[in-house]
């Protein structure tokens, strides 16, 4: 007999089975395909009514006895089944000795490590006894579908080992109700009575969850003290509470545990920014500031640890929709700093909120206000890095130069060096630029990657090596001068046109008057790269000119240009000007002698750009951070990012 024809026939053994192991009144609703589970199981009453309670099953049959199972199960279906609306059983059936073993999946899923691809489950299954376990079955879900209607007190909480050993249950549990005594949650250990939260305990593991819904699982070092599986336990309860929208549960917890839970996170410094963000949501910024401040005040390194709040708090007012909510949360906390380096620090996370609103010279302000009370931050390379974003914005060049370049020197980041040479292009000194932006350019890995700083070094290249423009003083170029321009017949030919333009070049070659009415002559004359330069050149100075940007991806795909250029522009271009880049695309192109049908395939083009940007834009969303650096003098490390930045697509 093959495997397959065994298989099939196990199969079937095991549907049987199952059919005359469940109670009469219990209907079995197959899938006819594999959508992942086997079976719909539906829980009728007594009398024959309907209840609404349904659970999901998978079966899995073998032809080894109990002792012999090796049964596992893989990360990807254990992932699938957790996310499903209806809890799932395993159900194992042994058909040398007809029988079933069963648990539901959310007892196995937490026991899967990060680093495994499957679990051994075998062990943890039980004996489906059919005296009980129905009714097991039936109260749980009973239950699930009570706690998940609006809360109600007393909220219980049961305590199971997950190694055999009571004794760490009951002493975790004993530590939880000693810690929550002031709320009113009824601890169970190890019950088969339903609870609104579960709490697994191992020696190096801890899992929480919610009525059979996915939780949080944490990895401990071995032979962790009953106190770190408490805090860790409570932890664990905030942030399932606040998943499944129990937020009285976790603000009581917080209220009476918040020394424990701190002193749990330790120097972890992610577990403190997770436990910040859950005090803001639940608590408010005030409250938490206030339950907060003694604690992050006693750290020998309260600055980081201040940053790391604030953070939280600017990810909290971001999920909420408010950005300006946080600006406020910053204004009120700077005026109730307890000293004046606190208040620096609020200083700086509001100058970098601000910056993040384009309100640049406020955001320079704050800066300055932080750095003349707490001067390590001049030791600092994203210091330099933001106020020098801040001046460019404000078109203070020389300053943003001055910035970059203190940057570099104490971090020679790729970052600084193209953000020197867009301030350096923009103060005429375009071979410098040219210099730092190559070796970064050149080692793109896709069209997408660096497309503005690539945007960037093709407009140098131009000036510097099509113009022999290296270096200009810029000076001001008169509307009388442009004029001629809008006047005179279209160039004949390349060298007509650079002989009209060149003297105006020479006086300023990225002024953008002249820079887009170049273009516009160029393009009279059908000479699409002479446009696409002038063009390139007036967008990168007026980064949110649609018009600008609109001819330059045009001048491009009429000179037939791919998506190698084309869509580096398109990505830069929505980036600056947001939608209106990608509604003047779509009004349509009528090209002049279309040899080549630009105009009929124009529409084609740019709903593939469109999709292009839409995706980019789906994988490219990023987590707030911020920047931090360690008391002791360490190596600066940045984890948030400030001010606007050109994408990286």
Not at 218 to 233: D, I, P, R, V, Y
Not at 272 to 283: D, E
Not at 620 to 642: F, M
Request: aromatic residues 10%; negative net charge.
């Amino acid at each position: 007999m093959t495997s397959r024809v065994r298989n099939h026939i196990l199969e079937e053994q095991s549907r049987a089975a199952l059919r005359r192991a469940l109670p009469d009144k219990w209907v079995i609703h197959p899938f006819q395909t594999d959508y992942g589970v086997d079976v719909q199981i539906e829980i009728f009453g007594n009398s024959g009514e309907r209840t609404g309670i349904k659970f999901s099953a998978q079966l899995k049959a073998t032809d080894n006895q109990q002792d012999e199972d090796g049964l596992s199960l893989d990360r990807e279906h254990i992932e699938y089944w957790i996310a499903h609306s209806d809890p799932v059983v395993i159900f194992r059936y042994y058909a040398p000795t007809d029988e079933f073993q069963w648990r539901w999946v959310h007892d196995i899923a937490w026991r899967l490590d990060p680093d495994k691809k499957s679990v051994s489950v075998a062990g943890f299954l039980k004996p489906w006894l059919a005296e009980n376990s129905p009714q097991e079955i039936e109260a749980f879900l009973t239950e699930r579908r009570r706690v998940r209607l609006p809360m109600t007190w007393p909220v219980r909480v049961g305590v199971f080992d997950a190694e055999k050993d009571v004794r760490l249950a009951a002493k975790v549990a004993r530590d939880i109700y000693q810690s929550t005594n002031n709320i009113q949650f009824e601890i169970l250990v190890n019950t088969s009575t339903p609870t609104e939260f579960q709490v697994n305990v191992a020696k190096e593991k801890l899992a929480i969850g919610f009525c059979g819904l996915g939780g949080v699982v944490f990895h401990l070092e071995k032979n962790s003290s009953t106190e770190k599986l408490t805090s860790e336990a409570l932890t664990g309860l905030i942030f399932c509470s606040q998943r499944y929208s129990r937020t009285e549960v976790a603000k009581a917890i917080f209220e009476s545990c918040s020394d424990l839970i701190y002193k749990g996170a330790g120097s972890n410094l992610s577990a403190k920014h997770l436990i910040f963000q859950s005090a803001i949501a639940v608590l408010g910024g005030n409250e938490a500031l206030r339950l907060l401040r003694p604690k992050i005040n006693y750290e020998s390194d309260p600055q980081t640890v201040w940053n790391l709040f604030y953070a939280a708090a600017l990810v909290c007012a971001t999920r909420s929709g408010n950005r300006q909510q946080w600006i406020e949360l910053l204004r009120s906390w700077k005026e109730q700093a307890v000293n004046e380096r606190e208040k620096a620090t609020v200083s700086y996370n509001l100058g970098s909120a601000l910056a993040n609103q384009g309100r640049w010279s406020e955001a320079r302000d704050e800066y300055m206000a932080a750095v003349a009370v707490d001067v390590r931050y001049k030791d600092q390379d994203y210091y330099w890095a933001d106020v020098g974003a801040v001046n460019f914005e404000l078109r203070e060049f020389e300053v943003a130069a001055e910035c970059y370049e203190r940057a570099i020197k104490i971090n020679n980041s790729w970052s600084h060096q193209w953000r020197y040479a867009d301030a350096l292009f923009n103060l005429g000194k375009y071979e410098k630029a040219q210099t730092l932006l190559k070796p970064g350019c050149d080692g793109r890995k896709s069209e997408l990657e660096l497309a503005y700083q690539a945007l960037l070094l093709y407009v140098c290249t131009d000036l510097v090596e099509n113009w022999g423009i290296k270096e200009q003083s810029l000076q001001k170029v008169e509307f009388s001068d442009i004029a001629p321009l809008a006047n005179n017949p279209p160039p004949i030919n390349a060298e007509e046109f650079e002989a009209i333009i060149r003297p105006l070049l020479l006086r300023n070659a990225i002024d953008p008057l002249l820079s887009f009415n170049s273009g516009v002559y160029a393009n009279r004359g059908q000479l699409q790269q002479h446009a696409l330069a002038r063009f390139l050149a007036c967008s990168i100075i007026h980064r949110n000119d649609v018009e600008a940007w609109a001819n330059v991806f045009i001048c491009a795909y009429a000179s037939g240009c791919g998506g190698e250029v084309l869509l580096p522009i398109a990505h830069t271009a929505k980036f600056f000007c947001g939608n209106r880049f990608l509604l003047r695309l779509q009004e349509g192109v009528q090209f002049a002698n279309d040899q080549n049908g630009l105009s009929d395939k124009w529409n084609e083009f740019v709903e593939k750009v469109m999709d292009s940007i839409q995706a980019a834009e789906k994988d490219n969303v990023q987590d707030v951070e911020i920047r931090i650096w360690s008391a002791e003098g360490g190596a600066p490390r940045n984890v948030y990012t400030l001010g606007r930045s050109p994408p990286k697509g």
